[in-house]
């Protein structure tokens, strides 16, 4: 379960919180942006719980951040883990390190879209 752990639900679980900061910030200042604020309008009637993600969004970039430093430490620790003896769960082991690595980086990058439209896009259009 410890390996499961590691592997799977830290990456994916950060994954899920870079994906809340899109949606919560980076969205909505990008729509903006592009001067298309009935989309935006739209947007938030039909999903009304975005306004009080917006309205916490320092909580939701340090709960995120905070899954991310924690995911990539329980990977980091994990890197010399042993493998099955079994080839083939051995492969699949190898291929599942090499997939939770990608999926860390990634939301490693949605991360930091979503600081900079809100954080730093708003002093630079604004």
């Known amino acids: 379960m410890n390996n499961i752990w590691r592997q799977t639900i830290a990456p994916s679980l950060s994954l899920f919180t870079s994906l809340g900061t899109l949606v919560c910030c980076a969205l909505p200042a990008l729509l ?3 001067g298309m604020g009935a989309a935006l309008a739209g947007l938030v009637s039909n999903m ?11 909580l939701v970039f340090v709960i995120s951040g905070i899954m991310l430093i924690l995911s990539g430490i329980l990977q980091w620790r994990a890197r010399h883990a042993p493998c099955p ?3 083939l769960k051995a492969k699949s082991c190898s291929r599942l390190r090499k997939l939770s690595w990608f999926i860390l980086g990634f939301a490693i990058i949605v991360y930091l879209i979503g600081f900079f439209f809100a954080f730093i896009a708003v002093h630079i259009f604004y």
């Open 32 to 34: 903006v942006t592009l």
């Open 48 to 58: 009304p719980w975005l306004i009080s993600l917006s309205e916490h969004k320092i």
């Open 85 to 87: 003896i079994d080839p």
